[in-house]
């Protein structure tokens, strides 16, 4: 395909307006994009940087073959692509002047740009993350059963919220968040429009947590879950996230997903016990601009 197949824009809504039907068409695959550009869209495209957000689409036969966005802090989110798709958008990309400080994408699609991204940028990619993504089939609650019940966390338990939150960044490493949770900037981390469900024992102290998504093209995703490190090996992170999983699917939704670490072969075990199935999976690359000085 041609540069040129791809179709750029600032306005999010002409993008959604032509775009929208393919990133519904695959909600689960799409989950990232979804949330990312509607969360773009509620709070203004160019609210969080001097950028404004650039959103493209790859058009082939008059349809909707792929899409990518970039936001203002220079993130670039791309649906799936082949190797050549990859390439051929990391020169447009580069022609244009883009400097796009990292990529998310499926594992193929985002190690494929960020090699594209080196050769016709310069820049050096370097992993930061990898994951799995399972999509909910049967809801099969754990047995046996902790003590306690779930409670969907209210205005009064945000401090907590709040805490855990950072404490999760912490354990995963998630230094960008954590800035903007200490800077105060709760509302534009990736936590600030989250739905919040607590896993309580019977004396009513929280002891795990699941948040949930929006729903959007009939998706929600279920992130983060966070058990305290000593409260684990209880078995209250699978009953938090039955219980948000529960709820995302009386809410209406068709498409239940979230994302795990490789590295943790517990938390992938209890997931797909409790009914998730593995789908693909994910990676991120940043990307360095530092040009070595002449010798």
Known sequence: MRPDDWHLTEDVEDFLARAGDFLRSRPALHNTPLTDIGKLRARGAGAHGAEAAVFGRLESGGEVRAVFYRTPRGRLGLTPLS????????????????????????????????????????????????????????LTPPQPRPEGQGRIAGG???????????????????????????????????????????????DGTPVSMAATTSMV??????????????????????????EASRAALAAGATDVVLFTNPANPTSNALYQRIGYVHVADFAGYRFSYDAPEAG
């Open 83 to 138: 190797a050549e798709q990859a390439g051929r958008l990391a020169a447009h990309l580069a022609e244009l002047g883009h400097s796009p400080s990292d990529v998310i994408a499926d594992h193929d699609t985002a190690t494929a740009f960020a090699e594209a991204w080196q050769q016709h940028a310069g820049a050096a990619p370097e992993p930061f993350w990898r994951t799995h993504l399972y999509r909910l089939g049967t």
């Open 156 to 202: 009064k338990d945000h401090e907590h919220v709040v805490r855990w939150c950072r404490e999760f960044c912490v354990d995963v490493g998630e230094q960008p968040s954590i800035d903007l949770i200490d800077s105060g900037s709760w509302a534009d981390s990736r936590f600030g429009d989250r739905h919040f469900t607590f896993w309580e024992n019977p």
């Open 217 to 242: 093209g009939g998706m929600i995703r279920v992130d983060p879950v966070y058990t305290p490190a000593h409260l684990r090996g209880r078995g209250y992170a699978g009953a938090v996230t039955v």
